[in-house]
């Protein structure tokens, strides 16, 4: 809801559109490009610095690999949500429903994997009791 104010109400966020869209037509049009893009930097700095305090008080410890290789499902959700990768379109709640769509499609797809890892989990685990149970060669005898 911050960022949607932000970006719908703000002069930050119509320069941001105009920076996306023709970036030499905003600077003829008077628009602080390089203030609006350091601003731009800095406000995604410190959502990514909650985002990094929030996963480390959910998960309980913290890696330097935590969300390593989601940068592409980043995207993915940007342009589900219809964000444009030529910039100056998009919206807040296109990435939203683009970002939920996102996960529900790698939840989807984790817990199919599951469920044929646990075949083949239970398939083993059978083979192994079935080997336990088998007796030995030459036990028994004395």
Request: glycine letters at 16%; aromatic letters at 4%; hydrophobic letters at 45%.
């Amino acid at each position: 809801m911050l960022v949607h104010q932000l970006i719908t109400n703000t002069p930050f966020g119509r320069y941001l559109y105009a920076i996306g869209g023709n970036e030499d037509a905003a600077t003829v049009s008077g628009v602080p490009v390089r203030t609006t893009i350091i601003g731009a930097y800095a406000l995604m700095g410190g959502i990514v610095a909650l985002t990094g305090f929030m996963q480390t008080a959910y998960s309980g410890a913290s890696t330097s690999t935590v969300g390593s290789l989601m940068e592409l499902d980043a995207v993915a959700a940007c342009v589900i949500g219809g964000t444009s990768l030529r910039g100056g379109r998009g919206s807040v709640l296109g990435v939203l429903f683009g970002a939920l769509i996102m996960a529900s499609l790698l939840n989807g797809m984790t817990l199919m994997a599951g469920v044929a890892g646990g075949q083949v989990h239970c398939a083993r685990h059978r083979a192994g009791a079935r080997r336990l149970a088998r007796p030995a060669h030459g036990a028994g005898r004395r």
